[in-house]
């Protein structure tokens, strides 16, 4: 089956612009995590969203990030007013549930981040 | 906190034969999970062996098989007959529950390995 798809695969954009970065999760997949992934680093936590409960927003790192996730579906990260140190790859995934989370979380592709 | 360290930032490996990348963590949890990702030049993060930290026994997955030694919080990963496919950077990443409810992913900052022809 299909898995986790993200877009844009790249962006570039202009230092005080605003972007939004796009993941469709696996179908029937509650849990949804977002991750940043800087030159040279391992992942980052960003954000989680399961099912209808209140998402874990504990590493967004300012209230420039913001995430959705509409119909328990797709999610969107916005970034506010992009400045240069947000070039980075930022990295979806999804699990089917909050328990088996633990043990299988599927990566999209990733979108590579460029700001200018 | 948790932190993941991986000590090596490049290794290589001639094809077929067997390299063992390190890690070790730093947490206080008693209950957890362990897990070692592979990254190829595609970006796609593949799942390449998992370990339940109450587990004693080591997981193994076809070549690849991890040395858990919990109470020294290492967790290597053994790569055996090496492949040209196996390129990539690896992390290695700790998982345990935080206190806003959510099951969240650790990394360390990855091993790129390169097997060479």
């Known amino acids: 089956g299909a898995g986790v798809s993200q877009s844009p695969s790249n962006k570039v954009t202009e230092k005080g612009k605003d972007v939004e970065l796009r993941c469709d999760p696996i179908?029937?997949?509650?849990?949804l995590y977002w991750y940043r992934q800087s030159l040279g680093q391992g992942l980052e936590f960003l954000i989680y969203f399961q099912g209808n409960s209140a998402p874990d927003k504990s590493g967004l790192p300012s209230d420039r990030f913001s995430a959705e996730r509409t119909g328990g579906s797709v999610s969107t990260l916005t970034i506010q007013r992009t400045q240069q140190e947000d070039s980075a790859v930022y990295l979806c995934?999804?699990?089917?549930?909050?328990?088996?989370?633990?043990?299988?979380?599927?990566f999209g592709p990733g979108t590579r981040l460029t700001v200018t | 906190a948790q932190t993941v360290t991986q000590s090596q930032p490049e290794m290589s490996v001639q094809e077929a034969e067997t390299v063992t990348l390190s890690c070790t963590y730093d947490?206080?949890?008693?209950?957890?999970?362990l897990f070692w990702y592979k990254q190829p030049p595609s970006r796609q993060m593949i799942l390449v062996i998992r370990q339940e930290a109450y587990k004693q026994q080591n997981a193994t997955e076809n070549r690849f098989s991890v040395n858990f030694q919990k109470a020294a919080k290492s967790f290597s990963l053994k790569i055996s007959d090496s492949q040209l496919g196996d390129t990539a950077m690896y992390f290695c990443a700790f998982m345990t529950h935080s206190g806003a409810g959510s099951y969240q992913l650790t990394f360390g900052k990855g091993t790129k390995l390169s097997v060479i022809p």
């Open positions: 995934a999804s699990s089917p549930s909050r328990d088996r989370g633990v043990l299988e979380q599927y």
């Open positions: 179908s029937g997949h509650t849990a």
């Open positions: 947490t206080s949890e008693s209950n957890y999970y």
